[in-house]
């Protein structure tokens, strides 16, 4: 199947995502939104989709996995800004504490760390990252499940030792 071939057939897709999207968001525009990103997803990662599979389901597995994602970011972000009306000063010292310039030497690092990977070890754990299955991601490669599961396994350990210095604290 060819590039324009993909890009009708999951533009033909959009009614059914839309459905899919409103079922997890519950709202409209969350829901367009969230199709709008399953899409792009999916143009991005055209070339991993294997002709011959159902289309529908894998835009509906990227899909479900990008409403995830951002459900876990968003708690994430929720639990770490304060709902309260007044500010501790314990709370503005810490925020003063850390600025921006900070943020982007760990974000340095963590590039750095992931680009000393090699590519049999970035590739899977880029992947995962993104959302795919372990199932998924054997499949691209045409390799075991177990020896993917151990690529992103080897992975993790190699950016846990690189990213050291940020582990909190043993108590």
Do not use: C
């Not at 519950?26 to 055209?46: C, G, I, P, W």
């Not at 600025?99 to 992931?114: Q, S, T």
Request: charged residues 25%.
């Amino acid at each position: 199947m060819d590039k324009i071939e993909f890009n009708t057939k999951v533009v033909q897709e959009v009614n059914s995502l839309n459905s899919y999207a409103l079922y997890f968001t519950r709202d409209e525009e969350n829901a367009h939104d969230l199709v709008q990103d399953t899409m792009l997803k999916a143009f991005s990662y055209y070339n991993k989709f294997k002709a011959g599979t159902n289309l529908q389901a894998w835009l509906y597995t990227i899909l479900k996995n990008t409403f995830i994602n951002y459900y876990r970011r968003n708690v994430k972000a929720n639990s770490i800004i304060s709902k309260s009306d007044t500010i501790s000063s314990a709370d503005l010292y810490r925020s003063s504490l850390r600025n921006g310039a900070e943020g982007k030497f760990v974000m340095d690092d963590i590039e750095h760390a992931l680009s000393a990977l090699s590519e049999e070890y970035y590739t899977p754990f880029s992947m995962y990252y993104e959302g795919f299955k372990y199932h998924e991601i054997a499949e691209h490669f045409n390799i075991p499940i177990g020896t993917v599961k151990t690529r992103i396994h080897v992975a993790r350990q190699q950016l846990k030792k690189k990213l050291k210095p940020y582990r909190p604290a043993a108590h």
